[in-house]
Every structure is written in structure tokens, then in C-alpha cells.
């Protein structure tokens, strides 16, 4: 079974379009996150959610729009979308509390053209 | 806000030796120092992790060594296999769910 899943796993598109990603958890856990790799693969949060509450939100461009609809589910929607965009969007989830193992999705390709 | 410096950024390996990756953190208050593997295409895994009140922890081939004094944290890799061929990160956290990713380093284990 899938433990953190996310839709869809390519994501092609032109400038100034709006999309989203989403992603999905079975493993029970309170916190899910979101995480940009870009070309160099450097791996940086961008939020953070505990119960459907933002408890971190890095200095991300507010383009970018998460949402919890509940504990399991946390989408990520991008509006105006720019070529700097382009990279791979991870989410995971971890257990609620600190130093808990954070289990990362297959993540989403984003191609900004 | 807590800074993860990790080198080298490539380290190229023969199969049997061993591999060394060695990160630096700034925040004294971390205190979860988590490794994650990630394979070409794939997402990164935790293959193992220490927390400040121990100085190291092994599993099978590999261990995490920690000094707190000097805020170094190193994974080490023995008899180093082709399959081991990934790009490694290493991760500090304090007292919050964030963790914060040192650069990465891309390990190469040749036959």
C-alpha cells in the first residue's frame, strides 16, 4: 500500500497558467509537509501543517497556496505560475512531535515552460 | 534560523572501501539529525538517524557519529556497495517539526 502519495507525477505547462498538486497519506500521522528540490537538488520546506494548521510557512512567494482539507490530504496550489517554478514539489508526513522520521511521496516533476 | 553546511558534494568510492560524508549545523538547540538516501528519480528515504543525547549509532553498514560540542554530525558507509550509489543528505532539527537539509552529496560506488 502507497503510504504518501501524490497527483499527478508530471505536470507540464506554460507561464501564467494555475495548478495544483496534490497528496495524500494513509499512515495516520498529524504533520505533512511541503518541499521544493530544484536543479541542484537542494531539498527546502516550504510549509508545514499539524491537524489542518499552518505551523510553518518558509518565505515562500504567496503564489503558492497550500491546503488541508483534512488530516490526511495537503494540496499545494501555484497560481501565475513562473519559470523559476520549475523543480520537483516533495510532501510527506511524520507522526505529530519533534524528531519524528518524515516519510517523503514520489514527488511531482514541475515543468514551467 | 539554522544553517546545514555537508560535504563533499561528490565522493566517488570503489566498491569494499569506505565512505565518509561529514555536515556542520549552527543552531545549538538541534537535536535530531536525520540521513536520507535518494536514489536517481526516487524520493529520499531515512536510512538512519541520531538525537544529541547519544554520540553514535550503527546499523549494519553504516553509522552516524555525532559531537555536539563542535556541532559535526557524519555518516559513515562501510564496504561500500554499487547499490549505496545515491545522493545522501544529511538534516538538523530543533525543537520543531522543521528540518532543515544540508546540500547533498552524491555518492558513486564503482565496481
Known amino acids: 500500500d502507497t503510504a504518501v502519495s501524490q497527483t499527478p507525477k508530471y505536470l507540464v505547462t506554460q507561464m501564467g497558467n494555475d495548478k495544483s498538486i496534490k497528496c495524500e497519506q494513509n499512515?495516520?500521522?498529524?504533520?505533512m509537509y511541503w518541499y521544493k528540490q530544484d536543479s541542484k537538488k537542494f531539498l527546502k520546506i516550504m510549509f508545514s501543517?499539524?491537524?489542518?494548521?499552518?505551523?510553518i510557512n518558509e518565505t515562500v512567494p504567496n503564489r503558492f497556496s497550500p491546503k488541508s482539507p483534512d488530516k490526511a490530504h495537503l494540496n499545494l496550489h501555484i497560481n501565475s505560475l513562473e519559470l523559476g517554478d520549475s523543480a520537483v514539489y516533495f510532501c510527506?508526513?511524520?507522526?505529530?512531535?519533534?524528531?519524528?522520521?518524515?516519510?517523503f511521496g514520489p514527488g511531482t516533476r514541475l515543468t514551467v515552460l | 534560523g539554522e544553517n546545514v553546511e555537508q560535504h563533499p558534494s561528490t565522493l566517488s568510492v570503489q566498491e569494499g572501501d569506505s565512505a565518509v560524508i561529514k555536515c556542520t549545523y549552527s543552531?545549538?538547540?538541534?537535536?535530531?539529525f536525520p540521513w536520507y538516501k535518494q536514489e536517481l528519480g526516487k524520493r529520499p528515504q531515512l536510512i538512519i538517524d541520531?538525537?544529541?543525547?547519544?554520540g553514535e549509532k550503527k546499523d549494519q553498514r553504516i553509522a552516524v557519529t555525532l559531537n555536539k560540542t563542535a556541532k559535526h554530525f557524519s555518516l559513515h558507509i562501510t564496504e561500500t556497495q554499487p547499490e549505496d550509489s545515491a545522493v545522501y543528505f544529511c538534516?538538523?532539527?530543533?525543537?520543531?517539526?522543521?528540518?532543515?537539509f544540508g546540500t547533498g552529496t552524491r555518492l558513486q560506488v564503482f565496481p
Open positions: 510527506a508526513s511524520s507522526k505529530r512531535g519533534k524528531g519524528n522520521e518524515q516519510f
Open positions: 499512515l495516520g500521522h498529524d504533520t
Open positions: 501543517y499539524n491537524n489542518k494548521e499552518l505551523i
Open positions: 543552531d545549538s538547540a538541534s537535536n535530531y
Open positions: 541520531i538525537r544529541s543525547n547519544v
Open positions: 538534516a538538523a532539527s530543533d525543537n520543531t517539526d522543521k528540518l532543515i
